[in-house]
C-alpha cells in the first residue's frame, strides 16, 4: 500500500519562531490534508489541497502541494503556546466512492511560552 | 467545517462484554463514514468503510465479526466491538464525507476511549 513518511517526528521550540513539516509519498495522491489533534480529541482539519503546485494559507498556517503530486509541506508562522499538538499529514485519492485517507506517523509540536 | 460527534467519549467494559460507539453527523448527511483506530503515540489506522444502506468494507487484518458496523441513516453510524478483550482497548475515532459535496475533506468525530478490564 502506500506509504507516507511525516518528518519531523516531534518538535520543541520557542513561541514567536516559525515552523516546518513535511510529507512524502512512495506514490502520487490527487488530494493531501493537513490535520491537527489535541490529547484526546480527534483530529481537526486544517487546509486541503487539491491541485499540484497549490499554496493555501489559513491563517498563520500554509501548506503547499508538491509538483510532483508525492509530496506537501506545513508551515507554522509566528508559533504560538496553542499550537502545540500533533499535526498529520493525510493522502488521498477521491473519486468514485473512494475517499479514504492515509495519514502519516505525525509531528508533535511543543512550544515553549 | 461540518461537526461530527461520537458518543461515548469514554467507556470502561469488562473483559467478555460489548461495547457500541455511535457517529453522528450533525448538520450534513453523510453516505460515507470511516472508523479509525488509534493507540498511543501512533497514528490513525482506518478499520473500516462504512456506507450508507450496505455492508462496511473492512481493511485487511480487521475482523468483521468483532467490530460490526451499521449505517442504517445518513447521519448515523455505530461500531459495536464484540466480546471485547483487554487488546481492544484504544481510541476509536470515525470521520465522514459531507454529501454531496464533491471534495474529499473528512470531517472526525472527538474520538471515544475504550478501556477494558
Known amino acids: 500500500g502506500q506509504q507516507l513518511n511525516q518528518s519531523p517526528q516531534s518538535m520543541f521550540i520557542q513561541e514567536g519562531e516559525d515552523v516546518s513539516m513535511n510529507c512524502t509519498s512512495s506514490s502520487i495522491f490527487n488530494t493531501w490534508l493537513w490535520y491537527k489533534q489535541d490529547p484526546g480529541e480527534g483530529p481537526v482539519l486544517l487546509i486541503a489541497?487539491?491541485?499540484?503546485?497549490e499554496l493555501t494559507s489559513n491563517g498563520r498556517l500554509t501548506a503547499q502541494f508538491g509538483i510532483t503530486r508525492k509530496d506537501s509541506f506545513l508551515n507554522i508562522s509566528a508559533s504560538i503556546p496553542s499550537d502545540v499538538g500533533i499535526y498529520f499529514c493525510a493522502g488521498q485519492n477521491s473519486g468514485g466512492s473512494n475517499y479514504k485517507l492515509t495519514f502519516g506517523k505525525g509531528t508533535l509540536l511543543t512550544v515553549n511560552p | 467545517g461540518a461537526v461530527v460527534s461520537q458518543h461515548p467519549s469514554r467507556v470502561i467494559c469488562k473483559s467478555g462484554t460489548s461495547v457500541k460507539i455511535e457517529c453522528r453527523s450533525l448538520d450534513f448527511q453523510a453516505t460515507t463514514m470511516f472508523w479509525y483506530r488509534q493507540f498511543p503515540k501512533q497514528s490513525l489506522m482506518l478499520m473500516a468503510t462504512?456506507?450508507?444502506?450496505?455492508?462496511?468494507?473492512?481493511e485487511q487484518g480487521v475482523e468483521k465479526d468483532k467490530f460490526l458496523i451499521n449505517h442504517a441513516s445518513l447521519t448515523l453510524s455505530t461500531l459495536t466491538v464484540t466480546s471485547a478483550h483487554p487488546e481492544d482497548s484504544s481510541f476509536y475515532i470515525c470521520?465522514?464525507?459531507?454529501?454531496?459535496?464533491?471534495?474529499?475533506?473528512?470531517?472526525f468525530g472527538e474520538g471515544s476511549r475504550l478501556t477494558v478490564l
Open positions: 462504512s456506507n450508507e444502506g450496505s455492508k462496511a468494507t473492512y
Open positions: 470521520s465522514a464525507r459531507a454529501a454531496p459535496r464533491n471534495t474529499g475533506e473528512l470531517f
Open positions: 489541497l487539491y491541485k499540484a503546485g
